[in-house]
């Protein structure tokens, strides 16, 4: 019998691959199973590789997630609750410098231009109150 070597995480069940991997311990309580198997729908050793490491490359990743989720934020008493209870400003709000921009007449020389069909605004020699 000659013994082919499978790729990494795979076995053959009725020449088709399928992918296998433990969970990990640390992650056993996400799962409902300590074995993920998923079939990669493939007879094709070079196919059943690509997905394997695809598949192997993308739970790397969710686990990764998982346990940084988990742990706590080193220095996280040094963390301020609100970033805007530290932030002094003398710029104007946005409403304020809407309403700045409105009242000049400069405002009203660019609607002109853009608009010039509209009656209701004021000509440039009209004094804007």
């Known amino acids: 019998m000659v013994d082919k070597k499978h790729p990494q995480y795979t076995y053959i069940k009725n020449s ?70 530290n932030v002094f400003s003398n710029a104007p709000t946005i409403t304020e410098a809407q309403d700045s921009y409105l009242s000049t007449s400069c405002c009203w020389v660019l609607i002109q231009v853009y608009l010039p069909t509209y009656s209701i605004i004021p000509k440039l020699d009209q004094k804007i109150n």
Do not use: H
């Not at 992650?27 to 409902?32: D, T, W």
């Not at 192997?56 to 008493?77: C, F, H, N, Q, T």
């Open 16 to 85: 088709f691959f399928y992918f296998s991997r433990a969970v990990p311990f640390d992650l056993r309580n996400y799962y409902s199973t300590n074995r993920i198997v998923i079939s990669l729908r493939t007879k094709s050793s070079q196919k059943a590789q690509i997905a394997s490491k695809n598949i192997s490359s993308k739970l790397e990743d969710y686990w990764l997630g998982l346990r940084l989720k988990s742990i706590s934020v080193p220095a996280s008493k040094k963390l301020v609750t609100s970033v805007t209870d």
